[in-house]
């Protein structure tokens, strides 16, 4: 189930309402903005004026002081100089000469220094340069009179009448009209603040208008806005909880890949089909589906390929359910289920199994390649094989178990006895892992013959479990529940240290002999797994030439991109590497001739078919002498009779192992026949007791 796009998910949509906002927003603080400034500005240049003005004030009321302070300077000028009150007066005198002239040519003109604009007023332009006040040429007078009082060069009476001059100036017409000046001075600056008073009354006019303005044609905007935003925000949270709800329900019910019914639906409808059915005596049919070699798939093409093949296989199913009123689910991984609730007979079963066959290994094509896929099938029936959704669930998935254990591409019907064969497997997996750190295990080793000469060049360590209530167990039941829980890798670290410990044992007895040890490829997967079997060798002092590791062809070549460099690093440190039950797999000529390998071990199937059979005979001669040809040793394996090992001996076979020579047993026992180096080959044959050479 997709979800519907909605108005919200409109990407146009979204970026027009926040464009609208922005603008909105931008808009109201240019407005406060330029408000701010041109208030700002307004105000400093009211301030800087009145500022200019008290300046002006202040030195138009500083003229008349300068005037009283010439006149009385220019008395004490004609007096004797002892009279004079300072020695420095000549000097003062002239410097509030200057100062006067100074100040009025600012006052006229303005001054940068002394901070004085030129003034604009009419008024005081009139009384600077125009009767009846002509202020400009009454101290322009007053200080030409000042300065030809301070002349010595002029006549004494000269410079009295000057004096009388001055005097009459300060203290009359020159007073009255910079009185004048400064009153006029006052009351601009009076108008000017009125004229503040005013701006400030229309700026808090302006103040309030632009309050209105923002309020009607911004803020109010922008509330509708966001009050009709956060409707919209509730009715898109009422849609999308119904969305999310609705989306959850499918998911606890459906698989998310693929969107078929998952294991949770699967079993509802089940039960309901069940409660249907039990009135009329029909039957059901589950079929546990599972898909052969999927890892295979993942691990070349990637799992994006692999969820391709899976929604692929899916949709195959659907088709096929659909088509016999059924229903197809996913399970997990790459395990399906179809449940047929309708009445299938016998005959009609079977050609639905066959047509699932045939659905399911249609080519696919994956990244450019054309894919083929398998699948074992098993078949629960109610109410034979269960009155329960879950049993029949269970009952269908052990019988597609036991299809895959038997190769795979098959169907098995449900049998009692897989619930028992579950079962213990599930039993003995628990008892395993105690069985590793119980001392429960031990080696047992079965020596290897040089089939020339009888010489004993080596043992190959077998596991063995002594199951506290059940005895001495195979390692054909035991082996394969190691390797399908994950179990192996421990138990490989096992058989790895105590076949080292105990080769390190006979080293040091002086019976220096190779020692075979199997290594799963899963322990060959884990990094730096080569550092660690050449570290524990340095540590017990072995000679790395003395071990032989020991892989099983299938797992070697199904894995060999993945575990290459770890073979190469081992056989340069010194380690044989050998291919075991050769033949079986799917080596080529130019895998083994470019495979860091050493050794060849003929599967024991082989060697005891070799002897009735001419293709196995001729199957052997070829391993024997394509393995010379590539430099190889060969062992065979399984050798039980002496017809086998002089038929191995004529193919020229380097080392046979087998019952006939002896069977694999404790190190206790096999340690005096390694210290005799040699085997005396019997001319009866041996029992036919059948080892297992695993671990």
């Known amino acids: 189930m997709a979800i519907k796009p909605k108005w919200y998910a409109d990407t146009s949509a979204l970026k027009q309402h926040w464009r609208t906002g922005t603008v909105t927003y931008l808009i109201a603080l240019s407005i406060i903005a330029l408000l701010s400034l041109f208030s700002h500005y307004l105000v400093q240049s009211i301030v800087q004026k009145q500022e200019a003005t008290a300046r002006?004030?202040?030195?138009?009321?500083?003229?008349?002081?300068?005037?009283?302070?010439?006149?009385?300077?220019?008395?004490?000028?004609?007096?004797?100089?002892?009279?004079?009150?300072?020695?420095?007066l000549q000097k003062e005198y002239i410097a509030a000469i200057n100062n006067m002239a100074e100040v009025h040519q600012a006052l006229v003109n303005g001054s940068a220094r002394l901070q004085i604009p030129t003034s604009d007023s009419i008024v005081i332009?009139?009384?600077?340069?125009?009767?009846?006040?002509?202020?400009?040429?009454?101290?322009?007078?007053?200080?030409?009179?000042?300065?030809?009082?301070?002349?010595?060069?002029?006549?004494?009476?000269?410079?009295?009448?000057?004096?009388?001059?001055?005097?009459?100036?300060?203290?009359?017409?020159?007073?009255?009209?910079?009185?004048?000046?400064?009153?006029?001075?006052?009351?601009?600056?009076?108008?000017?603040?009125?004229?503040?008073?005013?701006?400030?009354?229309?700026?808090?006019?302006?103040?309030?208008?632009?309050?209105?303005?923002?309020?009607?044609?911004?803020?109010?905007?922008?509330?509708?806005?966001l009050f009709r935003r956060e409707q919209q925000y509730h009715r898109l949270l009422a849609e999308m909880e119904s969305e999310i709800s609705d989306r959850i329900h499918f998911i606890a019910f459906h698989d998310p890949l693929t969107e078929l019914p998952n294991r949770l639906s699967l079993l509802e409808r089940i039960k309901t089909a069940i409660q249907a059915v039990e009135q009329n005596q029909s039957h059901l049919v589950v079929i546990s589906i599972g898909l052969d070699r999927f890892k295979d798939i993942n691990n070349s093409l990637g799992h994006d390929q692999g969820d391709d093949l899976l929604m692929a296989i899916a949709s195959r199913l659907a088709a096929t359910a659909h088509e016999h009123n059924g229903v197809a689910a996913r399970i997990a991984g790459d395990e399906f289920v179809l449940f047929l609730h309708n009445k299938v007979k016998t005959l009609d079963l079977m050609r639905i199994l066959r047509q699932l066959k045939l659905s399911i290994i249609q080519p696919l094509e994956l990244s450019k390649r054309t894919v083929q896929i398998g699948a074992s099938l098993g078949i629960a029936v109610f109410p034979d094989d269960g009155v329960q959704a879950e049993e029949l669930l269970l009952h269908a998935n052990q019988a597609m178990r036991v299809a895959k254990t038997d190769g795979g591409n098959a169907f098995r019907f449900f049998q009692p006895t897989m619930t028992v064969n579950m079962a213990r497997k599930m039993k003995l997996e628990q008892e395993l892992r105690l069985a590793i750190l119980d001392n429960q295990l031990e080696l047992f080793y079965q020596p290897k013959i040089r089939l020339t000469t009888g010489e004993i060049t080596g043992v190959e360590a077998l596991i063995r479990w002594h199951h506290p209530d059940e005895g001495m167990l195979s390692p054909a039941e035991f082996i394969p529940i190691a390797e399908d829980s994950g179990l192996i890798v421990d138990l490989g670290d096992w058989v790895l240290v105590e076949a080292l410990r105990q080769a390190s044992v006979w080293h040091k007895q002086q019976i220096m002999i190779d020692i075979a040890i199997n290594v799963s490829v899963k322990q060959l997967l884990r990094r730096n797994v080569s550092d660690r079997i050449c570290a524990l060798s340095e540590q017990m002092a072995i000679n790395t030439h003395y071990i032989q590791l020991e892989i099983t062809e299938n797992n070697m070549m199904e894995n060999l991109p993945r575990i290459i460099d770890q073979l190469e690093q081992l056989q340069n440190s010194g380690f044989a590497i050998a291919i075991d039950d050769f033949g079986t797999g799917h080596s080529s000529l130019a895998s083994l001739r470019d495979l860091p390998i050493n050794v060849l071990k003929i599967d024991r199937s082989f060697v005891t078919q070799a002897m009735e059979d001419d293709k196995d005979a001729q199957i052997v001669r070829a391993i024997v002498e394509m393995g010379h040809s590539l430099n190889k040793q060969i062992i065979a394996e399984g050798i039980e009779t002496t017809e086998q090992m002089y038929l191995l001996q004529n193919f020229n076979c380097d080392e046979g192992q087998g019952y006939l020579f002896s069977k694999p047993v404790s190190a206790r026992l096999i340690t005096p026949l390694l210290e005799q180096h040699m085997i005396q080959i019997s001319a009866t044959e041996a029992p036919r007791q059948h080892g297992t050479n695993m671990l």
Do not use: C, W
């Open 56 to 88: 002006v004030v202040n030195q138009a009321g500083r003229q008349r002081m300068l005037s009283q302070r010439i006149t009385r300077f220019g008395g004490e000028m004609l007096l004797p100089i002892e009279r004079q009150s300072t020695p420095q």
């Open 125 to 225: 332009n009139q009384l600077f340069h125009h009767n009846p006040i002509n202020l400009d040429k009454q101290v322009t007078d007053f200080i030409t009179t000042a300065k030809q009082l301070a002349d010595t060069q002029l006549s004494q009476e000269t410079r009295q009448n000057a004096l009388i001059q001055l005097r009459l100036a300060a203290n009359s017409k020159l007073l009255n009209s910079l009185d004048i000046l400064v009153n006029q001075y006052q009351r601009e600056s009076e108008q000017t603040v009125y004229k503040l008073q005013n701006y400030n009354r229309l700026s808090l006019f302006g103040m309030f208008l632009t309050l209105f303005l923002e309020a009607l044609f911004i803020f109010r905007p922008l509330l509708l806005n």
